[in-house]
């Protein structure tokens, strides 16, 4: 195949929601885990179909299962103690530590409540996941370490049919050019990127970094029917896990605490479902 003559251009990508439209689920063994860590890891994908919603505040990025409400995002110890625009600054608190690992502090004047978010546990499972690719374009899917973020390119780089300079170029991305990372080959320096919903390619993990809020805002949306010749297979993957503490200040110096998990997914960040655990 000869390489396409026009790159991806700055394309908003459809981060995978073509995982929850065709049902798609995550298999991840258990048999390993301690009871506490089937509270806290539960199953990410299982009930997400048709139900998953992408929630973008600020310079964070956290789908999350059966709606995006900010309620969604805090635990039910202290969702009672809340007003709506507490729940708003504690969710937002969630996503930026889930996505970045970072301590986030916030204060509602209006409410004389402030809280703090921090990471107290983090974990690493590996399963199966079921993933569209375009099959005229990828023979298979290398095991994967899960990513799902968008990322840009930092210089003129090749998109290839594998991850290995051997492997047929089917087009490029150029500097500043966005495209979604579904998945780092676990191993290898290659990126498995995504277009439309669809894994299209790997582009060397050397020339990609993750997109700023900025970027991603700047970016547009752009079909060129890839996912018409989608195919799922099956691929052996990794996925991240970070759970997070909640903790709430109220107006009278009372304290509550509380946690969610998330995890990684093709699409993004992922509200562990840890009620059937």
Not at 3 to 12: K, L
Not at 58 to 73: E, F, P, Q
Not at 88 to 99: F, G, K, L, N, Y
Not at 185 to 204: K, M, S
Request: charged share 25%.
């Amino acid at each position: 195949m000869v390489e396409q003559s026009a790159s991806r251009g700055r394309v908003r990508r459809g981060y995978f929601r073509v995982l929850a439209a065709a049902g798609i689920t995550m298999i991840v063994g258990c048999a390993t885990l301690t009871d506490g860590e089937r509270t806290t890891f539960g199953t990410v994908l299982g009930g997400v179909v048709g139900a998953v919603v992408g929630d973008r505040v600020g310079d964070s990025r956290l789908v999350t299962i059966a709606g995006g409400a900010a309620g969604a995002l805090i635990g039910n110890r202290i969702a009672n103690y809340l007003n709506e625009r507490d729940e708003e600054m504690m969710a937002d608190s969630t996503r930026r530590t889930v996505r970045t690992g970072e301590d986030s502090n916030w204060s509602n004047d209006g409410s004389g409540n402030a809280g703090s978010s921090r990471v107290v546990g983090e974990s690493r499972k590996e399963g199966s996941a079921e993933v569209p690719v375009r099959k005229d374009r990828v023979d298979q899917v290398p095991p994967l370490k899960l990513v799902g973020e968008e990322h840009v390119a930092t210089t003129h780089v090749r998109i290839r049919g594998g991850p290995g300079t051997n492997y047929e170029i089917l087009g490029s991305l150029n500097e500043g050019d966005a495209s979604h990372v579904i998945g780092k080959v676990r191993g290898e320096p290659w990126y498995f990127t995504g277009e439309n919903g669809v894994g299209d390619g790997f582009v060397h993990a050397d020339f990609l970094q993750v997109a700023s809020s900025e970027q991603v805002a700047s970016t547009q949306t752009s079909s060129d029917g890839s996912s018409a010749n989608a195919e799922v297979v099956e691929a052996p993957v990794e996925q991240e896990c970070r759970t997070v503490e909640q903790m709430v200040i109220l107006e009278n110096g009372e304290e509550r605490t509380d946690q969610v998990t998330a995890c990684r997914t093709a699409e993004g960040w992922a509200l562990a479902d840890t009620s059937a655990a």
